[in-house]
Structure formats: C-alpha cells, structure tokens
C-alpha cells in the first residue's frame, strides 16, 4: 500500500455526550431482565458453547436417560471424557443422575434446556 495514498478516517465510533437518549435508555432498562436471571442464562450459554455438551443434551432432550458408557459410544469419545462433560452439566445443575449398581445414568433436569437447544438449532437451518 502507497503510504501516500492511504486515507485517515476520523474515528467517529465514540460519543461525544453521556447518554443521547435518556428516555429510551430509562424505558429499556426497565425491563432488562435481573442479574440472577442473567447469570443463570450465562451459565446455560456456557454449558452450550461446546459440541460435545450440546450433542449429549440434545440426545437427551426427549427424557431419555443414558449411562456413562453409552454417552461416550455415542460421541465416540473415551468414557472419562463423556464423564468428565456429564460431571459439569450435572454440576451446572443441568442433568441429574442416579448410579444403579457400577452404572451412573443422566437425563435432563429441566426439559427447557431441550427446548432452548431445539429452537436455537431450528432457527439456525431456517
């Protein structure tokens, strides 16, 4: 690039007063949701943002209840890896689980966790 040719912009990306409309700012803030509300969604958002949650949770969504092995069959993964994804969705208060002998099995605790991930998924394909 020609350094003489090159054009500076002025940086207008910030603003010049404290708030431009007050009103507007007032009413939306009304109605943001709570911080505990928030915090509970960041926690959701947070067990989603990886793939291998999201397939076990999806697997689940329909009140199934799969033990340890077959989470780790069904991600093709090692069994302490699905272990180890189950153990913080459980922690995140996500899935339940109950052992049954030598077998741990987990299933959703809140089926709107299957909803959010359902919806999030359709609006994605549309």
């Not at 949770?57 to 993964?77: F, H």
């Not at 090692?78 to 030598?102: C, E, F, P, Q």
Request: aromatic residues 6%.
């Amino acid at each position: 690039m020609n350094p003489a040719k090159s054009v500076t912009k002025p940086k207008n990306d910030v603003c010049q007063v404290r708030c431009f409309n007050e009103e507007l700012v007032q009413q939306i803030g009304q109605v943001l949701p709570s911080d505990d509300l928030l915090e509970s969604a960041q926690v959701l958002f947070g067990a989603l943002a990886d793939r291998s949650r999201l397939k076990i949770l999806y697997a689940l969504r329909n009140g199934e209840e799969l033990c340890v092995c077959d989470v780790a069959s069904l991600l093709q993964i090692k069994v302490a890896s699905a272990s180890h994804h189950l153990r913080k969705l459980r922690d995140l208060s996500i899935l339940k689980y109950r052992n049954d002998g030598k077998l741990a099995y987990y299933s959703l605790k809140d089926p709107r966790v299957a909803d959010i991930l359902c919806y999030a998924l359709k609006q994605l394909v549309e």
